[in-house]
């Protein structure tokens, strides 16, 4: 399945230098406001370890992990709702994400420039948010005043989406997140339809200096208060690191870079696995000597549907699927030990596919 992720904050915080490391693209990253203009799109690599562990024992032709879209969307200014800094055109962007990456400056620089003249982390967020939520209330205004006609000839439904919206516009106007809101099984789909923006999933990215990406600072201790009631993420990043992590040629010379700042591994890898986590989201392996190649499904999706991910028709004609589980092929070392130990299971349209499986789909057309 596609994912999609747009990295939003104001200008000048940081986001291309954290999307070129993302993507080792080359998106341009200047100290000026509205650097970037038109999005910037890369397609990342997820991160495992466990991708690697199957292909060093299989030694397959090829080796094709999953992946992540990452779209650079331009800085966001206030009044960006209304037009300001072309902020309408950057907001219809964001609007296509699945989750959304907030970046926001938590360092001290004179030298960088800053949009609002001083670092300020909360007013920062704010601002974004406030962006975010006025263009969720005019959705949300429109889907309104189209129900209210609606119900005028005694719709019942269209009553019923009316008081859903009002509550959740009382909701948003009093600063929150839509995400936030408490919705029953029925407002979920009604919502869903909306596409609202503060609906997305969000993890805020503290953009530090060296110093305080291990244990954070008092900016990111101020970000911690604010998001606490927002069912949302955190993770503390400094893109300056980052940048020179990206720029090492071999994995060693990263690794020795890392163990002198007492990191375990780069701050993308913690941030991409972080957006799966989001998300619910999970993976599985195909596993053979033309290709070992790791597939993305949602949580609690049951063998047929884990299918279709790899060909609508492996779920059309599913049989069965062979599974051995990710713990099991690294002990034992091969498919065929596996089945020798009873440990290759096999599963019917049921079986609901666990994180790390190692599958192979029967099939008939």
Request: glycine share 6%; charged share 25%; aromatic share 6%.
């Given at each position: 399945m596609a994912l999609k992720c747009g990295i939003v904050g104001l200008p000048n915080v940081g986001k291309s230098t954290l999307f070129n490391c993302l993507s080792k693209a080359k998106a341009q990253s200047e100290n000026f406001p509205f650097c970037t203009i038109e999005p910037n799109i890369g397609i990342i690599s997820v991160p495992d370890i466990r991708l690697d562990n199957i292909s060093k024992l299989i030694k397959p032709q090829k080796i094709i992990p999953t992946?992540?879209?990452?779209?650079?969307?331009?800085?966001?200014?206030?009044?960006?709702?209304?037009?300001?800094?072309?902020?309408?055109?950057?907001?219809?962007?964001?609007?296509?994400?699945?989750?959304?990456?907030?970046?926001?400056?938590?360092?001290?620089?004179?030298n960088i420039i800053h949009v609002d003249g001083s670092v300020d982390p909360i007013r920062d967020k704010e601002t974004i948010d406030m962006e975010l939520q006025i263009k969720d209330l005019?959705?949300?205004?429109?889907?309104?005043?189209?129900?209210?006609?609606?119900?005028?000839?005694?719709?019942?439904?269209?009553?019923?989406?009316?008081?859903?919206?009002?509550?959740?516009?009382?909701?948003?106007?009093?600063?929150?997140?839509?995400?936030?809101?408490?919705?029953?099984?029925?407002?979920?789909?009604?919502?869903?339809?909306?596409?609202?923006?503060?609906?997305?999933?969000?993890?805020?990215?503290?953009?530090v200096d060296e110093t305080s990406v291990i244990d954070g600072n008092s900016y990111v201790k101020q970000i911690e208060d604010a998001i606490k009631d927002e069912n949302a993420q955190l993770l503390i990043i400094a893109t300056a690191i980052e940048a020179e992590i990206a720029e090492l040629d071999t994995l060693d010379e990263q690794l020795l870079f890392l163990e002198e700042l007492g990191l375990k591994e780069p701050g993308v890898n913690h941030l991409i696995n972080s957006?799966?986590?989001?998300?619910?989201?999970?993976?599985?392996?195909?596993?053979?000597?033309?290709?070992?190649?790791?597939?993305?499904?949602?949580?609690?999706?049951?063998?047929?549907k884990a299918a279709a991910v790899i060909h609508t028709d492996f779920e059309k004609g599913f049989i069965r699927a062979e599974v051995i589980s990710y713990d099991n092929f690294i002990y034992y070392g091969s498919e065929q030990l596996c089945r020798d130990n009873g440990k290759l299971a096999i599963e019917g349209k049921d079986y609901i596919v666990n994180d790390g499986d190692i599958m192979h789909f029967r099939f008939n057309v």
């Open positions: 992946t992540v879209e990452i779209v650079d969307i331009a800085g966001l200014v206030k009044g960006a709702s209304k037009g300001e800094g072309l902020g309408n055109k950057f907001l219809a962007n964001i609007r296509e994400t699945n989750a959304l990456i907030h970046v926001i400056r938590c360092f001290d620089d004179e005019e959705t949300l205004e429109i889907f309104k005043d189209k129900n209210i006609k609606i119900a005028k000839s005694g719709n019942k439904q269209a009553q019923k989406n009316i008081t859903c919206v009002e509550n959740l516009i009382d909701h948003i106007e009093n600063g929150n997140p839509a995400r936030s809101f408490e919705l029953d099984e029925d407002d979920i789909s009604l919502i869903s339809l909306m596409n609202l923006i503060t609906m997305k999933p969000v993890i805020y990215v503290c953009n957006t799966y986590r989001l998300l619910s989201l999970q993976t599985y392996f195909t596993a053979g000597e033309k290709e070992v190649r790791a597939w993305t499904i949602i949580k609690g999706t049951k063998a047929p």
